[in-house]
């Protein structure tokens, strides 16, 4: 079936470094991709998203860009900040969310 | 515009009980999915439900089981508790359109079995 594989954790960074996390995909169709976030003691927030080859999903500074050739989907920030502290996980919707394992991200002031 | 809510936060039950959970949807959104997120398993998905039937579901077994009613509003019920059960459930809300891609998630209910 369909899976996400992202890059392992924890990944503690610097105020202002830059932040990569590494996401393949493996689907037998051409499904739409996420990035969500969850903070401590929450539920997940959708980050950003694209739903077809070539799309780039931005927000809050986070990009993505969904390239079909490589089938990755990898999230970048060029300078991240400690409120960027969290929990990434990558996903793919086929008729459900597959998530990655999960990423946890902390930046130290 | 409300998010999506779901009841109780924070639960304790004793091994061979049940539980049910309580989500409420987006207003307009006629699709939700439950998923369960434990340490070891990460996020896994449980069922989803659209127009009060069940449209797809996962690897559980039968003790884990939904509805959903006619405004939406959707229960998740567990039978015959198991320390394993122990997880953040997190529901999940979409228009549930086809093409429709985006869901929301509730804060989740944090479920412990004693």
């Known amino acids: 079936g369909d899976s996400v594989t992202q890059m392992e954790g924890p990944v503690t960074l610097s105020e202002e470094a830059c932040l990569t996390i590494n996401c393949t995909y493996t689907a037998t169709g051409y499904p739409s991709l996420f990035w969500y976030v969850q903070y401590p003691g929450e539920g997940l927030q959708l980050l950003l998203k694209?739903?077809?080859?070539?799309d780039k999903g931005s927000n809050k500074g986070f990009e993505a860009t969904y390239r079909k050739e490589t089938t990755s989907f990898h999230l970048e920030k060029g300078s991240v900040q400690v409120s960027d502290s969290a929990v990434y996980f990558c996903?793919?919707?086929?008729?459900?969310?597959?998530f990655g394992a999960g990423t946890t991200v902390t930046v130290r002031a | 515009k409300a998010g999506v809510t779901q009841t109780p936060r924070y639960l304790i039950k004793t091994r061979g009980q049940q539980v049910t959970l309580s989500c409420s949807p987006i207003s307009g959104h006629r699709s939700v999915s439950w998923y369960q997120q434990t340490p070891g398993q990460g996020l896994q998905f449980l069922f989803e439900y659209f127009s009060e039937t069940q449209r797809n579901k996962g690897n559980f077994p039968g003790r884990f089981s939904g509805r959903q009613f006619s405004n939406s509003r959707s229960e998740m019920n567990v039978s015959t508790l198991e320390l394993g059960d122990s997880a953040l459930y997190l529901c999940?809300?979409?228009?549930?359109?086809?093409?429709?891609?985006?869901?929301?998630f509730g804060q989740g209910t944090r479920l412990t079995v004693v």
């Open positions: 694209a739903t077809k080859a070539d």
């Open positions: 996903a793919l919707n086929d008729y459900k969310l597959s």
């Open positions: 999940a809300s979409s228009l549930g359109n086809q093409g429709d891609t985006e869901a929301f």
